[in-house]
Structures are given as C-alpha cells and as structure tokens.
C-alpha cells in the first residue's frame, strides 16, 4: 500500500495520525534563542499554547521542513520496505517545504521506489482535509502516481477559511515576512471599528471571505459559511475539519461551534477536531479557529 506522509502543518489530530502511521516531517519553530522541530506532539502543543507564546509579547517564528529532516523521515520508510510514497506538504507559495521535499522525492527516487510530491495549495485544516481524502484513496488501492493526480483535483475543489482575532498580529506576523497586505490604516481601522476578518484559502490563492462586526460573530459566521453548503448537499466529501489556535477544550466554549456540531451530526457529516499547527498559531494568531471543506 502506499504510505502518506505529511508535514506539521496538516491538522488532523494526533491519535488520527499515530493510528494511521503517518510521519510527520516537522517545521522548525524559535521562541527567542531556542529553536526545536513541531511534530505536532500533543504535549509539547499543549505546552505552548497554555504558556501563551503565541502572542506578540514574545519573539517566536516559524520555518519549512528542510531537506535533510525530509530525506530522514523519507530513508527510513524506505529501509523499511515502503516502495510506493507520497508526501502532502503546506501551501508551496507560503513555504519552501514543499521545494524542499521535491528535491528529496527526486534525489530518491528510483526504479524500485517511487516518491511523490503533492503541494496541497492549502493550509493547516485545508492540509488536515486532503490527508483524509488521500487515505480513502491509499484503502482503495490507488497507486501513488494516482493519489498525487485524485489529491490535485480534489484539491482544486477545497476551501479553507480561518477567522482572524487579532488584526495588529497579523499585520506584525506579515511585516517579519515582507508582506504588506495588511497596512497599518487598515489594522487601525479594523481595531477601531472591531471588524474582524475571515480568511480563505482556495487553489488559486487567499482572499478575505467576509468582515464581521465582534469576534464572536466572526466564528459564528466561519461555521455559518460551512453550514451553507452542507445543509445545500454540496459536500464532496461528508467531512470538516475543524482547528484551534489554543487548547483544544476551548474549541466547545466558540460561539456557533455546538449550533454547527448540531447540524453536522443532523447530515452525518464528521467532524474533525484539531489543535492548530504551531506554524498557525504563529502566523495566523492566538485564538483563530480554522475549517475547511470540499464543495461542488
């Protein structure tokens, strides 16, 4: 069968993954002088989001999977019998790490093995969504090359959206990064008038999918938004994930989470539950609860 590996930024949670055996190639993530590898272990999440060092009192940034922590995770697998991989990573337009494992895939594949490289187009909950489409297809017994083809076009069809709490952040996070999309007038402004923006991720890049007046009707409106196209039918797929910059128990204290939950069940849809990669609550901010979904 084929092996699916992802990096950290795929939230799905963590018992779903060590269950399944996936590998997780891991971001590299500093607060201060310390740096250390997120592999999405519980503990170590918990740690970091209980102690609040995802807030703008503290110097902390993220960076991609690099090649040799790829090329690590990818020999093992291979010494130990797997001949057929594909390896999901975070959007390639906001990290290296899917280049990076691009060059891994090529430097070691050969006539035995077969690696191949998928660039999800996504992030963090959009990321956790094609992981779980991908093992639907390794359980049908899809070859790799087939994966990487099905995973692309159902990735053409997803939609990620996250509500964003703290505008300042984002507009700090995104000046360490040389992106001014977020300008002081409009951080101001937003503060001011206590408009808080959801965000969309698609295939063909991010937009703001609505402004909403209080946060809490901002992730009202995040599960509103997915609701729509449940209770219409126009799921792909009869799955949501659902992630949490910030202990996962607060996820059931968010404002139109349980109306959702309600509803999901009324359709039979899963939900997924996930504590939000260290890579979003870093770039995204304290707080930002995240969703995605495959539509018609």
């Not at 092996?3 to 590998?23: A, H, M, N, T, W």
């Not at 999918?209 to 995040?222: E, H, I, Q």
């Amino acid at each position: 069968m084929v092996q699916l590996v992802v990096d950290s930024g795929c939230d799905l949670p963590d018992e779903f993954l060590r269950r399944y055996k996936i590998p997780v190639l891991p971001h590299s993530v500093s607060v201060g002088k310390d740096a250390f590898g997120d592999q999405r272990n519980p503990a170590q999440m918990n740690h970091f989001y209980s102690l609040n060092l995802v807030d703008r009192s503290h110097q902390v940034q993220s960076g991609p999977a690099g090649e040799d922590e790829i090329e690590e995770v990818l020999t093992k697998l291979m010494r130990n019998g797997h001949k057929d991989i594909v390896v999901q990573t975070i959007n390639g337009a906001n990290s290296p790490t899917f280049a990076n494992a691009q060059k891994v895939a090529g430097k070691l594949t050969n006539d035995e093995t077969q690696i191949n490289a998928v660039d999800s187009h996504t992030l963090f909950s959009g990321q956790g969504l094609l992981a779980l489409y991908t093992l639907s297809l390794i359980q049908k017994g899809l070859t790799g090359a087939q994966i990487k083809s099905r995973a692309e076009e159902f990735g053409r069809k997803m939609v990620g959206y996250a509500t964003i709490k703290d505008i300042y952040y984002l507009r700090e996070r995104g000046r360490q990064k040389n992106e001014k999309s977020v300008s002081w007038m409009k951080a101001f402004m937003a503060r001011t008038l206590n408009l808080h923006p959801i965000i969309s991720m698609t295939y063909q890049g991010s937009g703001v999918a609505d402004t909403v007046k209080t946060y809490d009707g901002c992730t009202r409106r995040l599960f509103e938004l997915a609701t729509e196209k449940m209770v219409a039918n126009e799921l792909l797929m009869p799955a949501v994930v659902v992630s949490i910059a910030g202990p996962l128990k607060d996820l059931e204290k968010v404002p139109g989470f349980k109306e959702f939950e309600k509803t999901a069940a009324e359709h039979k849809v899963k939900i997924y539950r996930s504590v939000m990669s260290l890579s979003g609550g870093i770039n995204l901010g304290p707080g930002t609860v995240a969703l995605a979904v495959a539509a018609k």
